[in-house]
C-alpha cells in the first residue's frame, strides 16, 4: 500500500507539473510549444519526443487529459510492480518516435500519446499476462474506455491521431517486451534459498 500511494503521488506530481507547464506555455504565447513540440523528420523538433506529453494547446485539451491520465495511471500504480519506469519510456520513446517518422508536418504537442499508450498497455497486458488483476483491468479499461479507439483514425482538425495511435502501438509493444509482474504481498520471515 505504502508503494501504491507514493506511485499515486507522484502521478499527482505529474498532472499537477503539466497544468503548471500550460499556464507558463499559455502566459507565453504557446513560446514552449514552439520550443519543444515533436516536429516531424527536422533535427529541430527530436528532442519533442520527450517534451510531446508535457505540453498542450490549450486549458481545454489539457483538462480532456487529466481524467484519463489519473485513472489510468492510478490502474498502472496499483498494478504494476516493476516495469513501470520501462513501460514508460517505451511508450514515450517509441511512440514519439513513430510520430517523428511518419506524423504529419505539424508541431505534435500532448499527453494524450502517453493516455493512448497506457490504454494500449492495460488492455494488452491482460492478455498477456492472463491474470485475474490484469484480465479484470483490461475489462475494465475496455468498458470505461474503450471508445478512445476511435481517436487513433484520422479526421479531427487540430488533433494528432499520429500520437494516438504510435502511442497505442507503443503501449501494446511494451506489454509485450516488458514482463511488468502485478502486485503480490511479499512474503516476511521466509528463508531465501
Not at 15 to 35: F, K
Not at 74 to 79: E, G, H, K, N, Y
Not at 118 to 131: D, E, K, M, N
Request: charged share 10%; glycine share 14%; net charge positive.
Amino acid at each position: 500500500m505504502h508503494v501504491f500511494l507514493k506511485r499515486v503521488a507522484a502521478l499527482f506530481g505529474f498532472v499537477a507539473a503539466l497544468w503548471v507547464i500550460q499556464m507558463v506555455n499559455w502566459a507565453t504565447g504557446d513560446a514552449l510549444s514552439v520550443t519543444f513540440g515533436l516536429i516531424p523528420r527536422h533535427l529541430i523538433g527530436l528532442d519533442g519526443i520527450v517534451g510531446m506529453p508535457f505540453l498542450h494547446g490549450s486549458f481545454a485539451h489539457l483538462i480532456a487529459n487529466t481524467p484519463p491520465l489519473l485513472v489510468l495511471g492510478t490502474l498502472l500504480a496499483a498494478t504494476v510492480t516493476r516495469g513501470l519506469a520501462a513501460m514508460n519510456m517505451v511508450v514515450v520513446g517509441l511512440g514519439g518516435t513513430l510520430v517523428w517518422l511518419f506524423g504529419t508536418s505539424a508541431i505534435h504537442i500532448g499527453a494524450s500519446g502517453l493516455v493512448f499508450g497506457w490504454f494500449g498497455f492495460l488492455i494488452t497486458r491482460g492478455f498477456v499476462g492472463r491474470s485475474p488483476v490484469t484480465l479484470g483491468a483490461s475489462v475494465l479499461i475496455g468498458v470505461v474506455y474503450g471508445s478512445i479507439i476511435w481517436g487513433v483514425l484520422p479526421g479531427q482538425p487540430g488533433v494528432s491521431w499520429e500520437a494516438h495511435l504510435f502511442g497505442a502501438i507503443a503501449g501494446i509493444a511494451a506489454a509485450f517486451l516488458i514482463r511488468a509482474h502485478v502486485h503480490a504481498p511479499r512474503l516476511r520471515d521466509v528463508d531465501h534459498r
